[in-house]
């Protein structure tokens, strides 16, 4: 399984960038796919997921301003920012449950980062002000 995460970029506060991760070796809609982000000196902090189902869930900072989708034919799962605020700066990465149609229906679950077993190389995103 490999993951491909691109898109990233420099923009100006209120801007927007759309992150695409490409997967190869599993198909996305049987799996959840994860965004997690990490700043300089900071933890890696969820952001976004979408699950088999298609139910999409976000943190808190992030509701409103972002959105992700999947695209079954290209096989890949986009994370679309809206508004991005310097605190947004971080490296994005990309990540892939290694649980065929997981039905669990726990949210922490999809924001934990131990859920997922393969993750993407990242791609920089850095918001200025």
């Known amino acids: 399984v490999q993951l491909q995460a691109s898109g990233g970029g420099l923009v100006q506060a209120g801007g927007s960038l759309t992150l695409s991760c490409a997967a190869s070796g599993r198909q996305v809609f049987n799996y959840a796919v994860g965004w997690f982000r990490q700043a300089p000196g900071k933890e890696r902090e969820f952001v976004a997921a979408?699950?088999?189902?298609?139910?999409?869930y976000y943190t808190d900072s992030v509701k409103g301003r972002f959105a992700i989708s999947r695209d079954n034919a290209k096989n890949s799962v986009t994370l679309r920012m809206d508004s991005l605020k310097p605190e947004d700066t971080a490296v994005y990465y990309c990540?892939?449950?290694?649980?065929?149609?997981?039905?669990?229906?726990?949210?922490?679950?999809?924001?934990?980062?131990?859920?997922?077993?393969?993750w993407g190389q990242g791609t920089q995103v850095t918001v200025s002000s």
């Open positions: 979408i699950r088999p189902s298609g139910r999409k």
């Open positions: 990540a892939l449950d290694n649980l065929f149609r997981s039905s669990v229906d726990e949210p922490n679950y999809y924001g934990d980062r131990r859920t997922y077993d393969h």
